[in-house]
Nanobody, 117 residues
Framework: QVQLVESGGGLVQFGGSLTLSCAAS????????MKWYRRPPGKERELVAS????????NYADSVKGRFIISRDNTKNTVYLQMNSLKPEDTAVYLC??????????WGQGTQVTVSS
């Protein structure tokens, strides 16, 4: 019953902006740390940003720090990733992640972001 559904991806020019959304259901969203990962073509998946449940603290990969903002709306069970000053190296499938316990780690299907040069 756990579902993570990403949306908002697309094609954007160098320097442009996009905001991704991840709609969550099937677990207690407000207390769960949410994360955005990305998988560039032909490369390993990497952590982009996280936001705590109880703490609300945010963390970012050095490559996106100052350009991306992660946020959440607990009334809508949705986590967002605002992406600014996009670069071609940001091109990837972006994935929403939630770990609800040591035994349960959940992933969305992903949404494609393509940044043209």
């Amino acid at each position: 019953q756990v579902q993570l559904v990403e949306s908002g991806g697309g094609l954007v020019q160098f320097g442009g902006s996009l905001t991704l959304s991840c709609a969550a259901s099937g677990f207690t969203f407000s207390t769960t740390t949410m994360k955005w990962y990305r998988r560039p073509p032909g490369k390993e998946r990497e952590l982009v940003a996280s936001i705590g449940g109880t703490s609300g603290s945010t963390n970012y990969a050095d490559s996106v720090k100052g350009r991306f903002i992660i946020s959440r709306d607990n009334t809508k069970n949705t986590v967002y990733l605002q992406m600014n000053s996009l670069k071609p190296e940001d091109t990837a499938v972006y994935l929403c992640n939630a770990r609800t316990s040591i035994w349960h780690n959940w992933w969305g299907q992903g949404t494609q972001v393509t940044v043209s040069s």
